[in-house]
């Protein structure tokens, strides 16, 4: 049977082509995966789900707008400062987003299914660049998805079909 050459990611998807892996993200990608994997044949309580986070996002947003135009920097400073300490432990910890990465350069690939309402599925492909060992984490569409379950197989089918070793957490 031969792999699948694309695969759905949390923020867009990521393409097999000529001996890499492609990965095309954006938040854009992101907005398209809420409105298919949740608006469009989903139930009501997955449209629910994805009112409920437009909503949170726009309020925030419009908190933190409200409070930068009445001079308040405190809660802006706060949640950038927490963005920033989030990035600097990811990068810390190895973590790169690479937009493009040669399949012979990745070392392992562990597969997470997740629980459902709790973390996401994902993968986790640790390469080789510049002498070091880096991480490439590729979030996944939830479980609760319309597809969920079978968008983390299809992806860990893609990198068994291309002769990896896909380490299972659960």
Do not use: C, N
Not at 70 to 93: E, F, K, N, S, T
């Amino acid at each position: 049977m031969t792999p699948p050459t694309e695969i759905r990611t949390k923020r867009g998807r990521a393409r097999f082509v000529d001996g890499t892996v492609r990965f095309e993200e954006s938040i854009g990608g992101y907005l398209r995966a809420l409105l298919r994997d949740y608006w469009h044949g989903g139930s009501r309580g997955q449209r629910a789900i994805v009112a409920g986070y437009l909503f949170a996002i726009l309020y925030g947003l419009g908190v933190l707008a409200w409070e930068l135009g009445h001079g308040r920097w405190r809660l802006p400073g706060v949640v950038v400062g927490l963005v920033g300490l989030g990035w600097l432990i990811g990068r810390a910890r190895g973590y790169r987003s690479v937009d493009s990465l040669d399949l012979d350069r990745i070392e392992s690939v562990a597969a997470t299914r997740g629980s459902k309402g709790l973390t996401r599925p994902r993968l986790v492909l640790t390469f080789r660049t510049d002498g070091k060992t880096r991480k490439r984490r590729l979030l996944l569409p939830s479980l609760y998805a319309v597809d969920g379950d079978e968008a983390f197989e299809r992806a860990v089918a893609a990198f068994e079909g291309r002769g990896f070793d896909v380490a299972r957490d659960r």
